[in-house]
Each structure stands twice: as structure tokens, then as C-alpha cells.
């Protein structure tokens, strides 16, 4: 569709909603281009069909699959942070070898948890990063998640300040690091240095400027997307949210997800921010084309939410996968409100099925359900 027709038809559903009081049509009529990339947790094992059998294979196979999805025309590679797990738990040597490798991705993580990170030395890894990578790094951090270990940012020397939590002290972390990435100086130089300083106080190096605005939150409800947006953070939210609607409980994952964004956004505006905000938003999505996909995932796509806790006080809702035929997942995802809300869909990858099948299945998305949904 050209870009003359797509501005008609919005103003068409437009006039339709406003003048005659029909209900708006689904959101694969709204025609919103979006940034499609992967998201990669990262897994190595030696279970049987395991492509990725170490920590070596998983780390050279993530830059690997950066490099075909870029050539397949996806916008960007992003990747889960996990401690004391066989998973990736050190991103910047990772984004900065995909950044050598690749010239137009986005390159990021979702997320980064903030409980285990020294702000300062973060923003020395972070700027000298995305200076390799031609300043297209994308940094999702956050609270983070139930971690393998009892507080296991403990082992790496960090302890909550007096009457705070986990919860304070990785915000408190997120504070200093956003700080940091502004680039102005704080520390006071020695009269007597090694080499000569430039006047003033000084800062971390190497600062990337603008990497501040491709910071994001995520976000698993509706007042942290709140809080997210207040900072001047991008929002990106998973699978996995609070099971926090307005409509009380059975509201549909994807209606209670698409509530959070709606929050953010008000809160974005509320705020006076002068740039417009990214919104991500990450499914399982799997298009079945071939016999592989259905020897795969055949007959696996789950149709319903769970609603389950993710700890003793918070009860949370999981999204569903969608895997079926081209056809029907163009049915099935033109209802979904997130994804309509946001600019970014990250596909969660199943990175131990090999570098070749994951590119296939984001291939998949791109050139059979993308352009029925104007995504592209």
C-alpha cells in the first residue's frame, strides 16, 4: 500500500468512528509500520537437538543470526539478560561484536537487570558499544526477574541502602546510569594527573551522545510503565505482565497490555517530554510454511492466557503463542491491541533450533503475515 493510501484509509476509520459511532475495525486496518526484530534468551545445552551446545555457540550464533536478519530486511537484534543460568549474562562484549558485524540493525537488550549493575562502569561499556555499533544500540533495562539463585546480586557486592529493596536499589542504579549518559561532568580532577585533563569536572569515557534517549524500561505494569515514562524512558513490556486491568479479572492479556502502553503514554505527555517515545512489545509468533514448521510447532499454538504469580504477592497474566498457518496468524494478530499500540515487535526466538531456522522463522513474519498487517 502506498504511503497516499495508507493517510486514506486512517482518515476513512477515522471519520467512520467519530461521524457514526461504528466501532473501529481491527488494528490490521490501521496500517502502522513497525521495527521487527528477534529477541534471544540466549539458552545453550546439551539436550538432544540442542543446536547450541555451550556458551561458545550461543554467543558466536547470536552475532551470526544478527548478521541474517539484517540481510533478510529485519530492523533489529536484541537479547535477555540472565545471571547464574546458561544463558547471556555479559551484553556489551556481545552487542559490540554484532555492531562490527552488522551496519543497520537496531542492537539491544530486553532487559538488562539492574540489581547486578555498576552504573558507572555500565555507561563506560555502554558508550564504548555503541560507538561500535555507529550509535545504534537500544538498552532495555529493568528490575529484572526471579532470578536462578536467593538474591544473587548479592554475590556480586551490591546490597539495598536502609529501609529499601531490591526494587529501590535497581532503580536507584537506573537513576545514577541515566545521569551518567548525559555526558556532564561530576568527578574532580587530580591537580597532579598522568595525562592532562580538560577543564572542569570530568566525566565517564567513552560517552555516546543520544544513547539517553535509547534507554527503555521494562515494564510488567501499569505503574512502573507510569514511572518508566516519567524518567523519559522507552517503554518495552513481554510476555508476562501484572494482571492489573481495569476490566478486573479475564481481561485478555493483549487488553491489559495495550492498557499499560496507553498509561505510558499519558504519563509521557503529562511529564512535558519534547521527543516522541518507543514502545515495544514482544510475542511468540510462528508462521507455519513448510514441514519443518510443523513438525516443530504444529498443532502448539496456544490459543489461551494464563494467569499464574510470578512471586508469593504478585499475580500475573502470561500472553499466549501464535503458531498456525500464514492465514489464520494474520486473523489472530490483527486483533492484538499491544501490538497494534506499539512501534516494535520483537519475536522471541528459539535459539537452540540453530542459527538457519531461527532466521527462517523471522523470514517467515516478514515476507507472509507483516504486509497483510501494514507492518511493512
Known sequence: MRAGEARQCREVVRRTTIDWGIPRPPPAFRYVVKHIGFLSFGHWSDSPGSQVRSASDSLLQSIELAVAVEELGADGAYFRVHHFANQLGSPF???????????????GTAVIDMRYENPLYMAEDAGAADLIAGQRLQLGI???????????WRY???????????????????????????????????PRPMFPNPPGLLRVEPHSAGLRDRIWWGAGSRETAEWAAGQGMNLQSSTLVANDSAGGAGT???????????????????AGHQREPRVSVSRSIFPLVDAQDRMYFGGRGDEE???GYIDERT?????????????????????????????TLLLTVPNQLGVDYNAHVVEGVLKHVAPALGWR
Open 93 to 107: 562484549p556481545l552487542l559490540a561484536a554484532i555492531g562490527a558485524r552488522t551496519s543497520r540493525i537496531e542492537i
Open 142 to 152: 529493568s528490575r529484572g526477574s526471579p532470578e536462578q539463585v536467593i538474591d544473587g
Open 156 to 190: 556480586f557486592g551490591y546490597e539495598p541502602s536502609e529501609g529499601a529493596d531490591d526494587a529501590d536499589m535497581a532503580r536507584e542504579h537506573a537513576r545514577v546510569f541515566l545521569e551518567v549518559l548525559r555526558g556532564q561532568g561530576f568527578a574532580r580532577p587530580n
Open 252 to 270: 485478555p492479556f493483549h487488553v491489559t497490555q495495550a492498557e499499560h502502553i496507553q498509561a505510558f503514554r499519558e504519563a509521557w505527555k503529562a
Open 305 to 307: 492466557d494464563h494467569v
Open 315 to 343: 499475580q500475573a497474566i502470561f500472553g499466549r503463542s501464535y503458531a498456525a498457518e500464514p492465514d489464520k496468524l494474520i486473523e489472530q494478530l490483527s486483533r492484538d491491541e499491544a501490538i497494534a499500540a506499539a512501534d
